[in-house]
């Protein structure tokens, strides 16, 4: 069988090359983790966020925040904001749990901005920056 074609890496803006299946180069390689995680739930029939529970605790979550977006709200400048999205502060797939402490009400933007951010960062700079977003228990 003839070698692969070598092709671009999928990481935006890396010109490295890569003959691997799942299109990251050597540099880039830790990402493709990420995929093989959301297959597997997938494949487990996991729909986590349908559930009974979760739509209790998103309640629980939301009513803490009374339906404003923390981010937005600790910022130096603050913004009172709708929120509309209950967030792992540490997703789940970096090692983040479900318990009440981990989840945090983020509007659209600040939610989405908090994804695309975090997909190559650690588990502590993580929480450095969105840590403070937890949701107070005792209140």
């Known amino acids: 069988m003839p070698a692969a074609i070598p092709k671009r890496c999928r ?4 010109g490295n090359k ?4 799942h299109g990251y180069c050597e540099e880039h ?3 493709a983790s990420w995929g093989k995680y959301q297959k597997q739930q997938q494949r487990q029939g996991k729909r986590v966020y349908q559930t009974k529970e979760y ?3 998103r309640e629980i979550v939301k009513t803490k925040a009374r339906c404003l977006c923390i981010n937005c709200l600790t910022q ?5 904001k709708s929120g509309s999205v209950c ?4 997703p789940v797939a970096k090692g983040g749990t479900e318990e009440l402490s981990n989840l945090s009400w983020f509007c659209e933007s600040c939610a989405n901005f908090k994804t695309g951010w975090e997909k190559n960062k650690t588990v502590k700079a993580i ?7 937890a949701i107070n228990l005792n209140s």
Do not use: F, M, S, W
Not at 11 to 14: A, T
Not at 87 to 90: C, K, Q, R, W
Not at 127 to 133: A, D, R
């Open 11 to 14: 990481e935006q803006g890396c």
């Open 18 to 21: 890569t003959t691997q299946r």
């Open 29 to 31: 390689a830790h990402l």
């Open 55 to 57: 739509k209790h605790t």
């Open 76 to 80: 130096p400048k603050p913004i009172v």
């Open 87 to 90: 967030e792992h502060i540490v």
């Open 127 to 133: 929480l450095e920056k969105y840590g403070h977003t």
